[in-house]
């Protein structure tokens, strides 16, 4: 899918993810417009990510593979640590590779939240420690 969005993604995500315990309290947070315009963004820590909006009722994880956002991503290790339904879903993430965690992002952009395939998603990392 977006070769160019997941090299961003990477980019910005690379510091928090491969920095050890100095990055343990750091927060990537990559927003954009889903095809009508409204905002969505996906936070990510080191060991988790958050999607919000988290529009459906179901399982995130389930969604996540009847979506098609887990296509061509193999033996991955996904946990569901919370979610509220039209809210928000936390996900952990944790042992995942870099490459990895920036394609799932790209295709939760892109099959879940339906982001257009031209999206361009900024980012702001803060410290929550």
Known sequence: MGQHQQIAI???IADLMTSGEEGATLCCTLDTHDGEGNAVSIEVMQDSINISPYAYSDDPLE???TCGALEDLE?????LVDWEAGDH???GIADL???????LLDN???KLLGCEANYSPSAST????
């Open 89 to 91: 879903a936390t996900i």
């Open 97 to 103: 590779e870099l490459v990895d965690v920036a394609q």
């Open 126 to 129: 803060e410290d929550l420690g």
């Open 108 to 110: 939760i952009f892109l």
């Open 63 to 65: 969604r996540l593979e």
């Open 75 to 79: 033996d991955l290790d996904l946990e």
């Open 10 to 12: 990477a980019e910005a």
